[in-house]
């Protein structure tokens, strides 16, 4: 580093100058990508059905583009389900669950994959409490069937909402957990617990609302 000791004023100056730039390797610009997303998350295909999942990025600055076909995409295990360079998914050989992932920019996200060799289930039924107490959590869960005869527990799989998250809230997973009290004397509309998935046909999707009791 040069030092200049005849010119103070201008020694400050200098060191102002590298230091102010510096600086800008620890600003991130807007357009940086922070996360991405896939839509749908979960997805349930016959073996040789193909549907698609897209990519969305989101930059820091709040800003969203598709990158479906800029991502790389992945999957866990090819015999259960491929997928190609635009994130579109095809059902394997195999039936089961794969993950599907993409990578774009740094960032990733995945989804679900389930393969079924045979038809595909037309109902879904969530099963849970409807009456639920505070500081406790409940375990729901989402059965698929056809014709009220074959089952498919698709509880890891589908996309579990909270319409209202101050009140109760739900994991990916199905573990609701009860925030405050609704219905009643609360003043507070309860809220519903629904869980849905795509498929090749058309999607499957069911609710139920809860309420919630000190």
Do not use: E, H
Request: proline fraction near 3%; include cysteine.
């Amino acid at each position: 580093m040069a030092r200049f000791l005849r010119n103070g004023v201008l020694l400050i100056v200098l060191i102002g100058t590298l230091a102010m730039g510096g600086c800008g390797d620890f600003f991130v610009s807007n357009n940086a990508i922070n996360s991405i997303t896939l839509s749908p998350s979960s997805v349930l295909l016959k073996t040789g059905d193909t549907i698609a999942i897209s990519a969305t990025a989101i930059t820091v600055g709040g800003t969203t583009s598709d990158v479906s076909s800029n991502a790389t995409w992945t999957t866990n295990d090819g015999t259960i389900a491929t997928v190609d360079n635009t994130g579109k998914v095809t059902g394997g050989a195999n039936g089961g669950a794969a993950t599907i992932t993409a990578k774009y920019s740094g960032q990733s996200s995945t989804a679900s994959a389930v393969v079924s060799t045979s038809a595909l289930p037309t109902v879904l039924t969530v099963n849970g409490n409807n009456l639920l107490n505070l500081g406790s959590t409940y375990q729901f869960t989402a059965v698929a069937s056809l014709n009220g005869q074959v089952s498919f527990n698709l509880t890891p799989f589908v996309t579990w909402i909270s319409s209202n998250t101050s009140l109760a809230t739900v994991s990916s997973t199905g573990l609701v957990t009860p925030i405050a009290a609704c219905g009643g004397f609360s003043g507070s509309s309860c809220p519903t617990i629904t869980a849905t998935m795509s498929t090749t046909s058309s999607p499957l999707q069911n609710d139920v609302t809860i309420q919630t009791i000190q």
